[in-house]
């Protein structure tokens, strides 16, 4: 069985709380969650998989967490690793980088050699622009607590099916 390692930033909570919901829609067995801002790259380096959460601070900036953390992502080995993201941002307050960290993110594990899985369509999103929009879609899962809490856990389910069939056997 594959270990799966679900790593977030978070200075709200909000983050965090997504990182829980997706582990158990996952399945608990096999998956640990923990916080960026307390880990290495060899804490990375255990899972097979990683899923990394981040949200999207003032026009389009790394959360604290993550931006101390890119110091070590290129000593993480990446090569063959399949990453799964999932970012947090506000549409509405900051349409012009909605989730623009999970695109920072995403640019950044790319360049060391991830295979990023889990991309998700733009349906039901209202925003300007996005580093994580890219092919029509966004990276990966876009979560907006802030004007669309209710459908945080249906697009969590959803977009864990998307990421479950994506990983090899």
């Given amino acids: 069985m594959k270990t799966i390692g679900v790593f977030f930033g978070s200075a709200t909570g909000n983050t965090r709380d997504a990182a829980v919901k997706i582990k158990a829609a996952l399945g608990d067995e096999g998956v640990t969650v923990a916080n960026i801002g307390k880990a290495t790259a060899a804490d990375l ?11 999207t601070w003032g026009s389009g900036d790394w959360q604290d967490d993550w931006a101390a953390f890119r110091r070590q992502i290129d000593q993480v080995n990446w090569s063959g690793k399949c990453v799964a993201l999932f970012g947090l941002g506000d549409q509405y307050g900051y349409a012009d980088t909605f989730v623009d960290a999970m695109g920072l993110l995403y640019e950044a594990v790319v360049a060391q050699g991830a295979k990023v899985i889990g991309a998700w369509p733009d349906l039901d999103y209202e925003f300007e622009a996005s580093c994580a929009h890219r092919d029509g879609g966004f990276v990966g899962l876009a979560l907006d607590a802030d004007n669309q809490p209710d459908l945080t856990e249906t697009r969590i389910r959803q977009w864990v099916r998307i990421v479950k069939g994506e990983l090899p056997s």
């Fill in 45 to 55: 380096n255990r899972f097979d998989v990683l899923i990394l959460g981040t949200s």
